[in-house]
Nanobody, 118 residues
């Protein structure tokens, strides 16, 4: 069982930056693939960025060049650095974990709200 707790959301102006953090419980974090998803009332939950246990990242086209996913296995934490934020990035952001990059994400955090508005 893996418990995930997100933090770092908030209100930011367009063009600004935020860093989300996701702290994971358990000693197997380093073996898990991790990801950030986001969801709005109008859209289905979408994958924003993922990172394998070895640290290889993947990104949605909409965030490439603006967002960076990283992980610190010593701290059992995954991060999402978000730069050049746009109003369309407004969403609830969820952290997720999977036993491997080929397995479904079965562990989820409670979500953190990100609002980009002037």
């Amino acid at each position: 069982q893996v418990r995930l707790v997100e933090s770092g959301g908030g209100l930011v102006q367009p063009g600004g930056s935020l860093r989300l953090s996701c702290a994971a419980s358990g000693s197997v974090f380093r073996f898990y693939a991790m990801a950030w998803y986001r969801q709005t009332p109008e859209k289905q939950r979408e994958l924003v960025a993922g990172i394998s246990s070895s640290g290889s990242p993947t990104y949605a086209d909409s965030v490439k060049g603006r967002f960076t996913i990283s992980r610190d296995n010593a701290k059992n934490t995954v991060y999402l650095q978000m730069n050049s934020l746009k109003p369309e990035d407004t969403a609830v952001y969820y952290c997720a974990a999977a036993e491997s990059i080929t397995r479904p994400y079965t562990y989820w955090g409670q979500g953190t709200q990100v609002t980009v508005s002037s």
